[in-house]
Nanobody
Framework: QVQFVESGGDLVQAGGSLRLSCVAS????????MGWYRQAPGNQRELVAS???????SYADSVKGRFTISRDNAQKTVYLQMNSLKAEDTAVYYCNIVPAERAENWGQGTQVTVSS
């Protein structure tokens, strides 16, 4: 079955940067639009960035200009570069297929905590 393994989360101060990675397995990676989602305590999971197989990107308004999504199709890996982090970016970050209705087997996610 499809598997996603996220990493790179950490505790950082506001204004800092992090780079998240997600390795996918058992999936025809090139076929799918991939995205990074996040879920903060008490909130629903939301899509923050997506990237097509030809690297067309889209971002939620809340992260536009601060986050950059990229992918390496050969390595079946998706990245999220996060700059100028804010306290409201604190959440567990997951990668998966976009749209969420087509998502498969959510991974453990990676915790990002931004201290103000």
């Amino acid at each position: 079955q499809v598997q996603f393994v996220e990493s790179g989360g950490d505790l950082v101060q506001a204004g800092g940067s992090l780079r998240l990675s997600c390795v996918a397995s058992r999936i025809w990676f090139n076929r799918y639009v991939m995205g990074w989602y996040r879920q903060a305590p008490g909130n629903q999971r939301e899509l923050v960035a997506s990237i097509t197989s030809i690297r067309t990107t889209s971002y939620a308004d809340s992260v536009k200009g601060r986050f950059t999504i990229s992918r390496d199709n050969a390595q079946k890996t998706v990245y999220l570069q996060m700059n100028s982090l804010k306290a409201e970016d604190t959440a567990v970050y997951y990668c998966n297929i976009v749209p969420a209705e087509r998502a498969e087997n959510w991974g453990q996610g990676t915790q990002v905590t931004v201290s103000s």
